[in-house]
T-cell receptor, first 113, second 109 residues
Framework: NAGVTQTPKFRVLKTGQSMTLLCAQDMNHEYMYWYRQDPGMGLRLIHYSVGEGTTAKGEVPDGYNVSRLKKQNFLLGLESAAPSQTSVYFC????????????FGSGTQLSVL | RKEVEQDPGPFNVPEGATVAFNCTYSNSASQSFFWYRQDCRKEPKLLMSVYSSGNEDGRFTAQLNRASQYISLLIRDSKLSDSATYLCVVNRWDNDMRFGAGTRLTVKP
């Protein structure tokens, strides 16, 4: 049972570099989310999607872009990485019927130097 | 002020102890409430929902006080395996879930 799979698990970038984080879920969930987790801050929502082809901004969207071309995949892009984007990134998904029941991936530790 | 506030702890308790965590939220229009558990360097996992009437799941009891905008989690008969960080989560509307920074619990033999 794969559930929610994130790749890569770790990445180190230099300031100004770009990268894409991939999230894949095999549960046929409609909703998908990208969060970042920083010490003392709790998880904060970056972007989310309520279905294939749709995306919307969350609490902290600046510096990130997303795409959901297929229902099972949700991509998070950093066009020009900054040290402030050093964080742990979690992808999550949920079925349409369960508002609070998020299924999370195992996270991506990103360091921007 | 953070929208969801939790005592960061750490709470260090012996096995078998009862421990309670509190959480306050600032948005009175919040609709639903949850506790998640996060093990060190792992992803968060849903522990339980929180209902207005209070609810139990085994050794875990969750309570909600809407008037005071306060949520609690009580763990009875603590086990070593309960050691984790407990996240209070408040849902303002369908896709706007706000997470507290978490309360760290260590249960010792």
């Amino acid at each position: 049972n794969a559930g929610v799979t994130q790749t890569p698990k770790f990445r180190v970038l230099k300031t100004g570099q770009s990268m894409t984080l991939l999230c894949a879920q095999d549960m046929n969930h409609e909703y998908m989310y990208w969060y970042r987790q920083d010490p003392g801050m709790g998880l904060r929502l970056i972007h989310y999607s309520v279905g294939e082809g749709t995306t919307a901004k969350g609490e902290v969207p600046d510096g990130y872009n997303v795409s959901r071309l297929k229902k099972q995949n949700f991509l998070l892009g950093l066009e020009s990485a900054a040290p402030s984007q050093t964080s742990v990134y979690f992808c999550a998904s949920r079925p349409g019927t369960s508002v609070g029941k998020l299924f999370f991936g195992s996270g991506t530790q990103l360091s921007v130097l | 002020r953070k929208e969801v506030e939790q005592d960061p702890g750490p709470f260090n308790v012996p096995e078998g102890a009862t421990v309670a965590f509190n959480c306050t939220y600032s948005n009175s229009a919040s609709q639903s409430f949850f506790w998640y558990r996060q093990d060190c360097r792992k992803e968060p996992k849903l522990l339980m929902s929180v209902y207005s009437s209070g609810n139990e799941d085994g050794r875990f009891t969750a309570q909600l006080n809407r008037a005071s905008q306060y949520i609690s989690l009580l763990i009875r008969d603590s086990k070593l395996s309960d050691s984790a960080t407990y996240l209070c989560v408040v849902n303002r509307w369908d896709n706007d879930m706000r997470f507290g920074a978490g309360t760290r619990l260590t249960v010792k033999p």
